[in-house]
């Protein structure tokens, strides 16, 4: 039985002939432009959640703006790559946050310079990042991998039909993992407080979060559309995953 390679790392029959499932190599230029562009959509993400935002009675922080994009990105890795692939740029995400961290922490401790008078400035801003780090890290690990996990599995029973299901219904779990997490453990380093601002805190980031990626779908669907195209490896796959003509005319009534 002819077979493709499993790229996407779940240990089931990813590529058989005849299960139309189908992943791309990363052995592309694409893959690593994708995954320079989660990583740095996270960094900026992290730098912005030290903030609190508030937009009349509604609590957030400046992650908001950019986080989401991270779960778009990862869609399209999952959708495209599999699962091994996403877990790949999901760790190299992390570890990029670790170095962050620990850059910023080692200029914060480090003598200031004579003249220099914006060091309160700067541990305001940026020494709480290791705190933040912490809730991202954990809500970021936690939400990543399920929503990839989700998508790939819906994948395999959807095959490329019904993409919208695939997109929302992962985005709604890994969301909710992911937002729980962070906010129980960022909202009292950004100054929230109260168990009524919290779950506020908590609730508008997981409805904003996933509001904003089921609006960017329109974004999302040619995104997938255009990598699929111009990645040989995933029509290869596709063709070989394919069933054979006799038996797509041997199944019509």
């Not at 039985?1 to 052995?27: F, K, Q, Y």
């Not at 990105?73 to 170095?99: C, H, K, P």
């Not at 060091?119 to 020494?127: K, P």
């Not at 954990?138 to 790939?152: A, K, P």
Request: hydrophobic share 45%; proline share 5%; aromatic share 10%.
């Amino acid at each position: 039985m002819s077979r493709v390679r499993d790229t996407d790392g779940t240990g089931g029959a990813a590529g058989r002939r005849g299960d139309g499932v189908a992943w791309a190599s990363t052995g592309t230029g694409i893959y690593p432009v994708v995954v320079t562009l989660f990583c740095s959509l996270l960094l900026l993400s992290n730098i912005g959640a030290t903030k609190g935002i508030q937009f009349g009675p509604f609590l957030t922080d400046g992650g908001a703006f950019l986080f989401p994009l991270t779960y778009v990105l990862g869609d399209v890795l999952a959708e495209v790559y599999g699962f091994r692939a996403t877990r790949r740029a999901i760790l190299t995400g992390f570890a990029v946050s670790l170095l962050a961290s620990l850059s910023f922490w080692l200029v914060s401790i480090s003598p200031a310079a004579p003249g220099y008078t914006n060091q309160a400035a700067f541990d305001a801003v940026l020494g709480v990042v290791p705190r933040i780090l912490l809730a991202s890290v954990c809500g970021y690990l936690i939400g990543e991998f399920l929503n990839s996990f989700v998508l790939v599995r819906l994948k395999r029973r959807t095959r490329e039909r019904h993409l919208w299901a695939r997109l929302i219904g992962s985005t709604v779990v890994g969301e909710f993992g992911d937002t729980l997490v962070f906010c129980l453990l960022a909202g009292p380093a950004i100054g929230i407080s109260t168990a009524g601002d919290l779950a506020n805190y908590t609730a508008l980031g997981f409805a904003y979060k996933t509001g904003l990626e089921i609006v960017l779908l329109p974004v999302t669907y040619p995104v997938i559309a255009w990598i699929k195209k111009r990645e040989p490896s995933y029509a290869a796959a596709l063709a070989a995953t394919a069933p054979p003509r006799s038996t797509a005319r041997a199944s019509r009534p």
